[in-house]
């Protein structure tokens, strides 16, 4: 077969550790800055193995959804921010980008994980200057990320200085001038990085863009270079737009949806529902992934009878268990079976579309020559059978959805393999109409907003010329870095400043131990948050914390009356308003605490008028409309359901690619070159936790529970490097020389592809090769990490409940 896949006797094999090799893993022993530990505790928890589920929600959804309100926000608390929650006079969901419906359910517009994400952020619980007196950072570090999450709401600003072992309370007005000097003390601006997660609102990220741009750079990383970065470029290359084409209520009529890299019963849980209403109208469901997930098998609607009582809605009609990274040679065998079809004079592709909205369907229709169709199906690892079924639904269906996430996104071909599903449905013609179109689902709830308004490290001459224009200042014109670019640049020490606003930086990034180490190298790290995390604790010279409101909470701009905006996954605007009592009254929002910031740094001669913004998010909006792309009197029209920003595709415009056409393109196969010994990991979510956040130890839908020292494997992996069932192992990566490892995980035989292996991120993110991500995104390859998993102790497995194997 040769390829991806072939395993070879090389001593000289790429995948081979060279006898010579570098450990690059954090040795604790050495003391690393304030004695923190980078990674967290590796004891085990208590593994306890249930068979996998064969559905999702239902009955054990809705306890689990009212456990955590009840336990984190108290009975009577929970329930108006509950019935609030992605209502339209309520405030949106601060977990996923699933949009909203027209109508949302009054009863409940949200899903288990939403339900833990409020009570995470709506907690009794809160830590200030007392509880950090009393726990030094490296104290706290010796916590797991869950036991740090679930320390409670941070109460006050807070300080960690060059030298010291505990944070210390500071004034706003002390961390804002500390900033300030910072920020104007640098030899360039060039040396401040802004780094930005998807939880922020429009406002907040406008400003906070703006500012760095006011400073002079353009280093604004931010958590869509990590995650859905290759789809942007991908779709930005052959549609002319980097967002999906789909809106919500298209994915009720089609004929045909394929689930491609995406677990939406864990990550996603709303989008259930829409595949549901498919089901109902007569449509099919495809699903494409090494692991066969429960909310993709059986859906228990829990606002339904027949899921509350039932046995609710069978959702896949066709699952395909492809080996890791083989989407590519899959779609490739779909089109070759099509195009044979097609020859022979049957009506499976669009023939009108193709020539009117096309360019370089001959080019693809030469590649594919290049290519058998036996050889791509035996890569893919699924039955020649299934392949063959699915291209006869594709061959009937007219109107096709392809959704994905970063099972597709996060490996070194990921753009690659994005255009190749965007070639099936160019040649379908399943674009520019109802119920058909491209359908990336973004992870975090307003990391699309943030791109929109203008969180970008790249630069975009017509956006620069309206901030000239409108903001009255000029923006710099040389590309800034990215996550990846960022990383390396604080290790090398030519960034002093990192600023996050929100998230986990440590923890999301690749390569744990390099991450960690570039972030000592700054002078100053600034964290704005809700909630303690490592990234608090793993810190530059001087280290601040400045506490921010969360989702649920009343803003104060406008006397508590305003709101703010954010943009779901199918590029809907709509606004958002907290209802909640702050957590404290030292909490700031992040547009406020980005405009005081900016205003101390930049003085009161500057242009932008920034205590006006921090005061009144309507002229942020203003602003916005003016400067940001497609939006428009946004104060007014993003009340109630909100209002769509323009989609090219929708209009089957594509006059800004070459030629004026959308590209059809000829991508190659991906290539491991995995050694005899090696397997191919990807990183994931287990049910308990939204990213890097850990509301819970359990994994309900895959029946492993208490434990996420993990590694799920094929019994005969398993059993080829003699290891039994709970052995504990140790796992490595090589790449250029260099080992990286993680201890302590517990060796799980799982229905997956032979020759791949699944584990919790982020704790196999130290395996992640900070140089190795998506040739055109940057995006690291954490679902495509070649590993040796490798006997930890000489015999036996800890002492604990033996369950049953999760290999159904």
């Known amino acids: 077969m040769g390829g991806a896949w072939s395993q070879q006797n090389a001593p000289d094999w790429p995948g081979r550790a060279p006898k010579n090799a570098e450990i690059v893993s954090f040795d604790m022993e050495e003391q690393p800055p304030r004695g923190v530990r980078v990674r967290g505790p590796e004891a085990f928890t208590g593994l306890r193995l249930e068979p996998p589920k064969e559905y999702a929600a239902g009955i054990p959804a809705i306890g689990k959804a009212l456990e955590h309100s009840f336990r984190e926000m108290g009975v009577l608390r929970s329930v108006r921010p509950l019935l609030s929650l992605n209502q339209q006079d309520g405030f949106d969901c601060p977990s996923c980008a699933w949009p909203d419906p027209e109508k949302p359910s009054r009863v409940a517009e949200y899903c288990e994980n939403g339900a833990k994400a409020l009570a995470d952020e709506a907690t009794r619980k809160g830590i200030g200057a007392e509880f950090f007196a009393k726990y030094s950072v490296a104290e706290l570090s010796r916590r797991s990320d869950y036991e740090l999450n679930a320390l409670g709401r941070l109460t006050e600003p807070l300080i960690l200085r060059e030298g010291s072992s505990h944070y210390q309370p500071v004034t706003w007005e002390e961390a804002n001038q500390l900033v300030a000097g910072s920020l104007n003390g640098l030899i360039s601006p060039d040396e401040a990085i802004f780094y930005t997660s998807g939880r922020s609102s429009n406002e907040a990220a406008f400003l906070y863009g703006m500012f760095a741009r006011a400073l002079g750079t353009n280093n604004l990383p931010d958590c869509s270079n990590m995650c859905h970065e290759s789809s942007g470029v991908a779709l930005g290359e052959t549609l002319g737009i980097g967002k999906g084409s789909v809106k919500l209520e298209d994915l009720y009529g089609a004929d045909l949806v394929l689930v491609a890299g995406q677990n939406p019963g864990t990550n996603h849980p709303r989008m259930l529902s829409a595949l549901e209403k498919c089901k109902a109208r007569g449509g099919r469901i495809i699903s494409i992934n090494p692991l066969e997930e429960a909310g993709l098998i059986r859906f228990r609607n829990p606002q339904k009878a027949s899921g509350i009582l039932g046995r609710g809605t069978g959702l896949t009609d066709l699952h395909l268990p492809v080996r890791i990274n083989q989407d590519i040679p899959l779609v490739k065998a779909w089109l070759k079976l099509l195009l044979e079809r097609h020859t022979k004079g049957e009506n499976v592709l669009d023939d009108s579309f193709i020539s009117s909205y096309t360019r370089g369907f001959k080019a693809l229709q030469e590649d594919l020559q290049n290519y058998q169709i036996g050889d791509l199906i035996a890569r893919t690892g699924v039955d020649p059978e299934s392949v063959r079924r699915g291209a006869d639904w594709l061959a009937t269906s007219k109107n096709i959805i392809i959704c994905w996430a970063m099972g597709i996104t996060q490996h070194q071909n990921g753009v690659a393999t994005i255009r190749e599903y965007v070639n099936l449905l160019l040649l379908k013609g399943s674009l520019g109409k109802p119920f058909a179109g491209t359908c990336p689902v973004r992870g975090h709830s307003n990391v699309q907003g943030d791109r929109s308004v203008g969180i970008q490290h790249f630069v975009d001459r017509e956006l620069n010329a309206r901030i000239k224009e409108h903001l009255g200042f000029e923006p710099p014109g040389k590309k800034g870095w990215d996550v990846v ?324």
């Not at 590029?571 to 900016?598: C, F, Y």
């Not at 080992?739 to 035989?749: S, Y």
């Not at 584990?759 to 040796?788: D, H, M």
Request: proline content about 7%; overall charge positive.
């Open 485 to 808: 670019e960022s990383i390396r640049a604080m290790h090398e020490g030519r960034a002093r400043v990192f600023m996050a606003l929100g998230g986990n930086f440590l923890m999301a990034a690749p390569d744990t131990d390099y991450t960690a180490r570039a972030l000592q190298q700054c002078d100053l790290t600034v964290q704005i948050s809700t909630k303690l995390n490592r990234s608090h604790l793993v810190t530059g010279r001087t280290a601040l914390i400045l506490p921010t409101l969360g989702r649920s909470e009343k803003e104060e701009a406008g006397g508590g009356k305003d709101f703010l905006t954010v943009e779901n996954s199918m590029g809907r605007v709509r606004r958002t308003k907290g209802i909640l009592r702050p957590a404290s009254p030292e909490l700031k929002s992040e547009p406020r605490i980005i405009a005081d910031m900016a205003a101390t740094c930049l003085g009161e001669g500057h242009p932008v008028p920034w205590g006006e913004f921090g005061s009144d998010y309507g002229k942020i909006r203003s602003a916005i409309d003016r400067v940001a792309k497609g939006f428009k009197d946004t104060s007014r029209r993003s009340e109630g359901a909100g209002y769509y920003l323009p989609n090219n595709v929708r209009d089957l415009d594509f006059s800004s690619l070459p030629g004026g056409k959308a590209q059809i393109t000829c991508n190659p196969l991906p290539e491991h070159h995995l050694a005899p010994d090696e397997l191919l990991l990807m990183t994931i979510r287990s049910h308990d936790q939204f990213n890097t956040t850990i509301y819970g130890m359990d994994d309900r839908y895959r029946g492993i529970y208490n434990e996420r020292r993990v590694i799920l494997m094929h019994p005969e992996d398993l059993a080829g490097r003699g290891l039994q069932p709970r052995e504990v192992v140790r796992i490595t990566s090589t790449y250029d020389g260099q080992i990286r490892e993680v201890r302590n995980f517990l060796a799980i035989p799982y229905k997956i592809p032979k020759g791949c292996a699944a584990a919790y991120f982020p704790e196999t993110n130290p395996l992640v090769p900070n140089n190795r991500f998506a040739a055109g995104s940057q995006t690291p390859i954490s679902k495509s990490v070649r590993i040796r998993v490798i006997r930890e102790v000489p015999s036996g497995y800890p002492d604990a409940d033996q369950g049953a194997a999760p290999t159904k």
